[in-house]
């Protein structure tokens, strides 16, 4: 018992030493800038100021934020229920997005500046990059401030779990209601349990959320205004918080989307909730028909094989299945991926002339930052022109790829089994409100080389619609 208070005691005090270590930085900050105050250089005082203050500022608050966070989470996970409910994750990215577009915009707007008036008339035009900074930082404080705007549009939805805290190898469930408006359509729900955790170190350490496991539902709404949901949880699962298993902690996460309709406007509906789950068998009080479970399984299935029809154009011909997976079908994650390739590849080209003139440790970071950009860059231009065509025939498969309407190669191979198709997760994106986009390709492993039949598919439920379509017409 001792041991155990003396770990939660440790667990739950303030990270004192990073708190120290952010104040020295800031006095460094504040104490710096009052020297070049004192040498009469009142611009790069205030620029060296803050820059320390801000990040300084930014991450205190961070790290404040995240220390409450897991008292919360500690609570919960011991059975303690917040009687306002637990509130969605949505909010804490919007200030979080404005915080570091003001960060940004602090920092960048009197670097801008100087770097201007003093280089561009040298014909230095290269230093008009420096812009690159600023307007992200408006670009964030404006995005930011429209998804804040639009969660207030919606208000407060907080989550009552029940039961409490949730149950691995029992059921995981509860409900939400709404301030404002009423859904158009009933949404669907899907809880993930997430293996979070860190590789590397220093500036390569990079956090990985690694998806265990997840189940969707549909939302039931009672006369009393309760939006329901429940899911039955594999035994095996871990709990929230760290396990033995596992080299990081466990989350569980909690997502709704939907449309909601107020008035004459639509809005569209997405929260995310972290819930406390723990190993036991305990069930949701409010449970849905038999009639109900049926009609949600259906619908699923409906849905599934929509998402991949309007994803993948599908074609019989014969006893042949083609398959087309269209260039330039998510160009909004192809142009993110594009802009930030730019970003890293102008700030890398520009930090190579600088290099030229006064080298130094310039060159370590512009070959830092140039083969990192153009690597993004690349991988953007191939989002965005990458197309694949696939035919499937009994018993045997062929795909073409090409770029830009351009072929590249094209492969075939024979099947005979099931087990050689197979569903593979590409990417995970994440957006500002924290939902998660999934995307999936199918592929043909024969002959020992894997052939992509469609890629670029949203969501697991369309991938494994497809799958079946392409079974049916491999194997008949």
Same mark, same amino acid.
């Given at each position: ?41 009142? &611009?790069? !005082?205030?620029? %060296? ?5 801000? $990040? =300084?500022? /930014?991450?205190?608050?961070?790290? *404040? ?33 404005? &915080?570091? !577009?003001?960060? %940004? ?5 009197? $670097? =801008?500046? /100087?770097?201007i008036s003093d280089e *561009? ?33 919606? &208000?407060?939805?907080?989550? %009552? ?15 939400f209601t709404l301030q ?78 939907g449309e909601l309709q ?215």
């Amino acid at each position: 018992m001792r041991k155990q208070h003396t770990a939660e005691n440790k667990a739950g005090g303030l990270p004192w030493f990073a708190f120290g270590f952010l104040s020295l930085f800031m006095l460094a900050g504040i104490a710096g800038g009052f020297t070049f105050f004192s040498d009469g250089q009142f &611009g790069a !005082g205030l620029i %060296f100021s803050s820059m320390f203050c801000g $990040i =300084s500022g /930014l991450m205190m608050f961070l790290l *404040l934020q995240g220390h409450n966070k897991t008292l919360a989470e500690q609570a919960m996970l011991q059975g303690a229920a917040p009687q306002e409910g637990i509130a969605s994750n949505n909010k804490t990215g919007y200030q979080a997005m404005l &915080g570091m !577009g003001a960060v %940004f915009l602090a920092i960048g707007v009197p $670097i =801008s500046f /100087l770097a201007i008036s003093d280089e *561009l008339p040298k014909g230095n035009y290269a230093v008009l990059l420096v812009l690159v900074f600023p307007m992200v930082g408006v670009l964030l404080l404006w995005q930011g401030r429209s998804k804040l705007k639009h969660w207030q549009k919606i &208000g407060k939805t907080p989550f %009552f779990a029940d039961p409490f805290p949730g149950s691995a190898g029992g059921q995981v469930g509860g409900y939400f209601t709404l301030q404002h408006g009423r859904f158009a359509q009933l949404p669907q729900a899907e809880l993930s349990c997430v293996h979070v955790y860190q590789s590397g170190s220093g500036k390569n350490r990079t956090t990985h959320r690694q998806p265990l496991w997840h189940g969707q539902s549909m939302v039931s709404r009672t006369v009393d205004g309760k939006h329901w949901l429940v899911l039955d949880v594999p035994a095996e699962l871990p709990a929230s918080g760290k396990d033995a298993r596992y080299k990081g902690r466990i989350e569980w996460q909690l997502s709704c989307s939907g449309e909601l309709q107020q008035a004459s406007e639509r809005l569209k509906f997405s929260r995310q909730w972290t819930l406390p789950v723990i190993s036991g068998t305990a069930r949701c009080v409010w449970q849905p028909s038999a009639a109900e479970v049926d009609l949600q399984q259906q619908q699923r299935q409906v849905a599934a094989f929509d998402a991949a029809a309007s994803q993948i154009l599908q074609q019989v011909q014969g006893d042949s299945l083609h398959l087309v997976s269209k260039a330039g079908r998510h160009t909004g994650t192809a142009l993110v991926l594009m802009l930030f390739g730019a970003i890293f590849t102008g700030s890398g080209v520009f930090l190579s002339l600088e290099a030229l003139r006064q080298g130094g440790m310039l060159w370590l970071m512009a070959l830092t930052f140039t083969p990192i950009g153009l690597l993004i860059l690349c991988y953007g231009l191939f989002w965005l022109g990458r197309g694949l065509k696939a035919s499937i025939a009994p018993g045997s498969v062929q795909m073409q790829r090409a770029m830009f309407g351009i072929t590249l190669y094209q492969s075939q191979a024979a099947l005979s089994n099931a087990e050689q198709l197979q569903i593979k997760q590409t990417m995970v994106s994440t957006d500002g409100e924290n939902q998660r986009t999934e995307y999936y390709c199918l592929q043909a492993k024969a002959d020992g080389k894997t052939l992509v039949l469609a890629e670029g598919i949203i969501g697991r439920d369309a991938a494994e619609a497809l799958k079946q379509q392409v079974l049916e017409a491999l194997l008949p």
